[in-house]
């Protein structure tokens, strides 16, 4: 345990660093980028927080004694009623929220079609670009559809990208750098977007409602999941994925045009 007292560490990076437990007094922490780290039970007090931008997973965000978890879902579904079809509990809900999302992804592609194909390998402010984008969440519906639901020991395509801070998964045959073309990722794309679709206007009520267990190393590991809760996963990272990828599209648009 190592203590920090007046130091200026201004401009550093942690990067797999263990800062669990660890105590801030009347630090400066502006200016800062905090990227994919767990803040679980993180505790605040007599904070001046202003000009904050949070996006991400929030469960139980309590700020001045109002949670304002609920607050922020309920708003966003406002916004966009596509949200709040993430979570159906039966076959006609999944097969209503794929069909959304299915059309909003193909005007997202079109969208990104109307770019010069270099800008689709640019990242904006340290994220995906928008064929590792795809390129995700092919890995994503080959994970927890392909191998979880449907049992296949090998679905992952070298093509595959799994989340920046995935564990070692050398024995997948990933290419983790490798640049293919839209139309390379579009392929895979629709064959997984295919394999959902038949997933989900074949499934029965007693299958949703059922366990699977992968079997083998890979991901997800190999423990008991729900076939809905994997079903759930696939849509949650088709429509976050779409959110950050229109996000992105518009920064590139503004680079210029084809």
């Known amino acids: 345990m190592a203590e ?14 263990d800062l669990s437990g660890s105590t801030f007094r009347y630090a400066s922490l502006s200016d800062v980028m905090i990227r994919g780290t767990d803040l679980y039970r993180v505790r605040m007090r007599d904070v001046e927080l202003m000009d904050v931008d949070i996006s991400g997973e929030i469960e139980r965000v309590v700020i001045n ?34 069909d959304e999302l299915e059309r909003l992804w193909d005007a997202t592609v079109a969208r990104a079609r109307a770019l010069a194909p270099a800008l689709l390998d640019d990242s ?20 927890w559809l ?18 920046s801070t995935a564990p070692p998964l050398s024995h997948l045959g990933l290419d983790l750098d490798a640049r293919p073309t839209l ?19 074949a499934v029965t009520e007693d299958q949703l409602a059922s366990e699977v267990t992968p079997e083998g190393e890979g991901w997800p590991p190999p423990r008991p999941v729900g076939v809905k809760e994997c079903l759930w996963i696939v849509l949650n990272e088709e429509y976050w994925h779409r959110q950050y990828a229109e996000r992105d599209l518009a920064a590139l648009e503004s680079r210029g045009g084809p």
Not at 4 to 17: I, M, P, R, V
Not at 124 to 143: K, P, Y
């Open 4 to 17: 920090f007292g007046k130091e200026d560490l201004s401009g550093s990076t942690f990067d797999w660093t």
């Open 65 to 98: 004694g109002v949670d304002v978890t609920t607050y922020v879902h309920e708003e966003l579904v406002r916004r966009d009623p596509v949200l709040g079809m993430l979570r159906p509990d039966d076959r006609a809900g999944f097969v209503a929220a794929w």
């Open 124 to 143: 904006v402010d340290e994220e995906w670009s928008f064929i590792q984008t795809l390129r995700h969440l092919v890995f994503a519906s080959s994970a």
């Open 146 to 163: 392909n191998r979880a639901v449907l049992g296949e020991p090998a679905p992952f395509h070298p093509l595959a990208l799994p989340w």
């Open 183 to 201: 139309d390379e990722v579009l392929v895979l794309r629709r064959e997984r977007q295919a394999d959902v679709r038949r997933v989900l206007e």
